[in-house]
């Protein structure tokens, strides 16, 4: 006999919405299981800000107008909290699925079991995050790196789920490779735009930046002081790209950079890349050595000026060797396979 559909609601980070073209992990990862949940033949509930493109049920909470300052956060958590209690008085849900930063902020009252899965690094939660003081209420992280820096209660702690990225997907496409480099990515001073082109210009290289700057004034701030200020006709800014032309420029690039100064806990782009068989030129961030297997699939390099030595070498990677890879260690159904199961056994 086959176990019964399981009912998902899933909670994403209020201020970015959801979708398979989203700029954020946390909310590519939450659509590849809301798609995958329902194609399994489950029910997936989402609660995401209005405008977001789901598989299941899309609850809407509003979309911030103005400055995404502390303000709008605050209300946008209320809101998320409010949806999260319509659904669950209208609704059955085996398992509640936290995905924001701020899950802590509308946790629920005691009820369905709750995953919340830590999508950036531990230091950045608040401590009452971590210590959860609701029961049945589970924390896990993405990579081992991310699990080691990890401090909460051992009762309520679970092994990581290493994220995954549409393998075969973006394997298939086969592009002419060009001789430009590339970096995608939130635009913000810990993603290191700025390191990017540094480097770019340093090795003479053509660059592309593909990403969203978000209306806080901090990342305002740095793509007009530190990002602007370094473009010219060779290294150009983009802006938002969708699934599909991102994997065009991925599968096009002659490398991508990532530059991060944040304790990175997965990356789900550089995963993108080694499936078109692109190399990856990485700082030594976080989980970032976990993902990129020097001198294999790309390079790990401490500053813009090793990175810009690193460009030069690329051609020595092989890229059906770095696309095996890929296939071996990033699918994105083994991912989903792993929530799945982990649904189940929580929501027994």
């Known amino acids: 006999m086959s176990a019964a559909p399981l009912s998902i609601l899933s909670v994403a980070y209020p201020l970015a919405p959801v979708g398979s073209d989203a700029v954020g992990g946390s909310e590519q990862v939450l659509s590849a299981l809301d798609r995958a949940l329902q194609a399994a033949g489950h029910r997936s509930i989402v609660v995401a800000q209005e405008g977001s493109a789901v598989a299941g049920t899309l609850h809407p909470v509003p979309r911030p107008r103005g400055p995404l300052d502390e303000a709008a956060l605050r209300r946008a958590e209320d809101e998320t909290a409010s949806a999260i209690g319509a659904v669950l008085r209208t609704e059955h849900v085996d398992l509640i699925h936290l995905h924001g930063i701020d ?40 990579s081992a790196s991310q699990n080691a820096a990890l401090r909460c209660r051992q009762d309520a702690r679970l092994p990581p789920i290493p994220n995954g990225v549409p393998v075969e997907e973006l394997a298939r496409f086969r592009h002419a490779r060009r001789g430009h480099a590339l970096m995608l990515g939130r635009v913000c001073p810990e993603k290191g735009q700025h390191h990017a082109l540094d480097a770019a210009h340093a090795a003479g290289m053509p660059l592309l930046l593909g990403g969203e ?60 890349a080694a499936a078109c068989g692109t190399p990856v030129i990485a700082f030594r961030a976080g989980a970032l050595p976990e993902v990129v297997e020097h001198g294999r699939t790309g390079f790990l390099v401490e500053d813009a000026g090793e990175m810009a030595q690193a460009m030069a070498r690329v051609g020595e990677l092989d890229p059906e060797e770095i696309r095996h890879v890929a296939r071996e260690r990033f699918s994105r159904s083994r991912m989903a396979a792993d929530y799945i199961a982990l649904y189940r056994r929580l929501a027994a």
């Open 213 to 272: 700057v978000f209306p806080y004034e901090a990342h305002e701030r740095f793509f007009a002081e530190e990002v602007r200020p370094r473009l010219d006709a060779c290294r150009r800014f983009l802006g938002p790209l969708g699934f599909a032309r991102k994997r065009r420029l991925l599968a096009s690039a002659r490398c991508l950079l990532v530059p991060s100064t944040a304790p990175e806990t997965s990356s789900l782009v550089a995963m993108e």
């Open 103 to 142: 899950f802590h902020a509308y946790l629920p009252p005691p009820g369905p079991p709750v995953l919340a899965t830590l999508h950036l690094p531990p230091s950045w939660y608040p401590m009452r995050a971590l210590d959860p003081p609701r029961p049945r209420t589970w924390l896990h992280a993405v």
